[in-house]
């Protein structure tokens, strides 16, 4: 439990410096495998002017560029906070099994960090979302999703262990 600590505290400390630096909101994240930290990056929203630099996002990117590979198979996540859903679905995607987080999303609501429309919207019919989404060129798209299926399994194998 002391280790699990000790990362938790790593996090929660990215998350403090944010508010001197106000590279970005206050979030932190460390990603850790085999006892060994592969990542510890803050929220870099405001700094790199990219709504997607999450503290999570930036700690998975800079994780599976350190393994050269995006399957996170293994790694454990200690986030400052309960993670937005944008940020989840980055941890299914990377295979993250395991994460450990401070703060929760109604605490990020009370301090101005609320998410809660989005898991609304996430929940609706894409025809029902707050955005406008059209469907256009699927004959022409469709044709690249062939091309993948027919690709032989040992490319696929490739692509997804990053050997390629």
């Known amino acids: 439990m002391k280790t699990h600590q000790k990362y938790m505290q790593r996090a929660i400390s990215l998350s403090e ?3 001197e630096t106000l590279a970005g909101g206050p979030f932190g994240c460390v990603i850790v495998r085999d006892g060994k930290i ?3 990056e803050a929220n870099s929203v405001t ?4 709504p997607t630099a999450h503290a999570e996002i930036n700690a998975i990117r800079k994780a599976a560029k350190k393994i050269g590979k995006a399957d996170l198979s293994g790694c454990v996540m200690y986030t400052s906070a309960e993670p937005c859903p944008m940020c989840l ?3 299914y995607w990377a295979n993250i099994k395991q994460v450990y987080y401070g703060n ?3 605490d990020a609501e009370w ?3 609320g998410d809660q429309f ?3 919207q996430l929940k609706k019919n894409i025809d029902d979302q707050a955005i406008n989404f059209e469907r256009i060129s ?4 469709i044709k690249v999703f062939e091309k993948w299926v027919s690709a032989s399994p040992e490319l696929k194998d490739k692509i997804k262990d990053g050997s390629l």
């Open 111 to 113: 301090a101005g960090f």
């Open 118 to 120: 989005i898991l609304e």
């Open 104 to 106: 929760t999303k109604r």
């Open 38 to 40: 592969l990542s510890a």
């Open 89 to 91: 679905s980055a941890i």
């Open 47 to 50: 700094h790199d002017c990219d």
């Open 17 to 19: 410096n944010n508010l």
């Open 138 to 141: 699927a004959s022409d798209a």
